[in-house]
C-alpha cells in the first residue's frame, strides 16, 4: 500500500448490504475463512458485515481467523421499544466488533440526518464497537461545487466529537460519493485525493491530534481491477467495498492490493 500513511493499518471492509439467505452467507464465509486459515501476514485488516439476520452463523465461521464482523447499522438507543431496530450491544453481543453508520442509502432509504448519526455513533463507541461512519456526496451536489461544503457538514455533524471511547482506532471514516456507489463509476484519482486530504484537515479541526490516526476509506464500484490504484493513493488507508465483497475471491484480491 503507498499513500506514506504511516502507521495507519489499511481496513478492507465488506458491507453485504440485503443480501443473502443463510446457505449464500455461510459459503461466502467459509471461502473467506478457508482463505484466512492458509495466510501468514496482516498487513491490513480485514472485515465483513453482513445483513444482521447472518452476524451470528458468520461470526462463528469466522472465529478464529483474522477477519471482524460488523453490523450495516444500529439503533441511537441502548434498548427499548423501538420494533425492528437493533441496539450496538446486541451487535457487539453477537460478535461484531465494528458498525457502519450513516450508510448513503440509509441515509436516502430512511431520512437519516447527520445528527441521527452521531447519536447512533456514540452508542456504538459505548458499546465497545468501532464506527465507520460514512460521508459523501450526490452528483447534484458535485455538478454544483458544494462536495467539499457537503463532506465538511457531514463530518462536523456525524463525528462523535468529544465523547468518551472516541479514538484514532475506534473511528473510521468512509468517503463514498453517492454516485458512486454500486454504479460501477469512480472518482478520477484527483477527485479522491482532493476528498480526502479535505477531510483529514476537517478532522484535524473536529478531533485535533487523533485525525492523524483515523483511517480512511474510500467506498463507491471499488473492484479487483481497480483498488491497486485507490489503495496507493493518499490518504486513502482502505476500501469500503459493496458489490465486490460479495465474492470472496474478488474481496481477496482487493485485499491482497491493500498490502
Ligand atoms: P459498491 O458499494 O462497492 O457496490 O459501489 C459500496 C458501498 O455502498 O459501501
Same mark, same amino acid.
Given at each position: 500500500?503507498?499513500? $506514506?500513511?504511516?502507521?495507519?493499518?489499511?481496513?478492507?471492509?465488506g458491507?453485504?448490504?440485503?443480501?443473502?439467505l443463510r446457505?449464500?452467507?455461510?459459503?461466502?464465509? +467459509?471461502a473467506?475463512?478457508?482463505?484466512?486459515?492458509g495466510?501468514?501476514?496482516?498487513?491490513a485488516?480485514?472485515?465483513?458485515?453482513?445483513p444482521?439476520?447472518?452476524?451470528?452463523?458468520?461470526?462463528?465461521?469466522? &472465529?478464529?481467523?483474522?477477519? =471482524?464482523?460488523?453490523g450495516?447499522?444500529?439503533?441511537?438507543?441502548a434498548?427499548?421499544?423501538?420494533?425492528g431496530?437493533?441496539?450496538?450491544?446486541?451487535? !457487539? %453481543?453477537?460478535?461484531? #466488533?465494528?458498525?457502519?453508520?450513516?450508510?448513503?442509502?440509509?441515509?436516502q432509504?430512511?431520512?437519516? =440526518? #447527520?445528527? @441521527?448519526?452521531r447519536?447512533?455513533?456514540?452508542a456504538?463507541?459505548?458499546?465497545? @464497537?468501532?464506527?465507520?461512519?460514512?460521508?459523501? +456526496?450526490? &452528483?447534484?451536489?458535485? #455538478?454544483s461545487?458544494?462536495? @467539499?461544503?457537503?463532506? =465538511?457538514? $457531514?463530518l462536523?455533524?456525524?463525528?462523535p466529537?468529544? &465523547?468518551?471511547?472516541?479514538?484514532? %482506532?475506534?473511528?473510521?471514516v468512509?468517503?463514498?460519493?453517492?454516485?458512486?456507489?454500486?454504479?460501477?463509476?469512480?472518482? =478520477?484519482?484527483?477527485?479522491?485525493?482532493?476528498?480526502?486530504?479535505?477531510i483529514?484537515g476537517?478532522?484535524?479541526g473536529?478531533?485535533g %491530534?487523533v485525525?492523524g490516526?483515523?483511517r480512511?476509506?474510500?467506498?463507491?464500484?471499488?473492484k479487483p &481491477?481497480?483498488?491497486?490504484?485507490?489503495?496507493?493513493?493518499? #490518504?486513502?488507508? *482502505? !476500501?469500503?467495498v459493496? *458489490?465486490?465483497s460479495?465474492?470472496?475471491?474478488?474481496?481477496?484480491?482487493?485485499? %491482497?492490493?491493500?498490502?
Open positions: 500500500m503507498g499513500g $506514506q500513511n504511516g502507521q495507519r493499518r489499511p481496513l478492507i471492509a458491507n453485504w448490504k440485503m443480501n443473502g446457505a449464500d452467507g455461510l459459503a461466502l464465509a +467459509e473467506l475463512a478457508a482463505w484466512a486459515k495466510r501468514q501476514a496482516w498487513g485488516e480485514m472485515l465483513v458485515c453482513p444482521a439476520t447472518l452476524l451470528g452463523a458468520v461470526g462463528r465461521v469466522l &472465529e478464529g481467523c483474522q477477519v =471482524s464482523i460488523g450495516q447499522d444500529c439503533h441511537a438507543a434498548q427499548g421499544a423501538h420494533t431496530d437493533i441496539s450496538a450491544a446486541m451487535l !457487539a %453481543d453477537c460478535g461484531a #466488533d465494528w458498525v457502519i453508520l450513516g450508510h448513503s442509502e440509509r441515509r432509504d430512511h431520512g437519516e =440526518s #447527520d445528527g @441521527l448519526v447519536a447512533k455513533a456514540v456504538a463507541l459505548g458499546a465497545g @464497537l468501532k464506527a465507520i461512519v460514512c460521508i459523501g +456526496e450526490t &452528483e447534484a451536489e458535485r #455538478d461545487g458544494r462536495t @467539499l461544503a457537503v463532506l =465538511s457538514r $457531514q462536523s455533524g456525524s463525528v466529537v468529544g &465523547e468518551d471511547g472516541l479514538s484514532g %482506532d475506534s473511528l473510521v468512509a468517503y463514498e460519493p453517492v454516485w458512486a456507489i454500486g454504479t460501477g463509476r469512480t472518482p =478520477s484519482r484527483e477527485q479522491i485525493l482532493e476528498a480526502h486530504s479535505h483529514r476537517e478532522l484535524t473536529l478531533v %491530534d485525525a490516526a483515523v480512511l476509506l474510500y467506498g463507491g464500484s471499488v &481491477e481497480n483498488a491497486a490504484e485507490i489503495l496507493a493513493l493518499e #490518504d486513502v488507508d *482502505g !476500501a469500503l459493496g *458489490g465486490a460479495l465474492k470472496a475471491d474478488g474481496f481477496c484480491a482487493i485485499y %491482497d492490493a491493500a498490502v
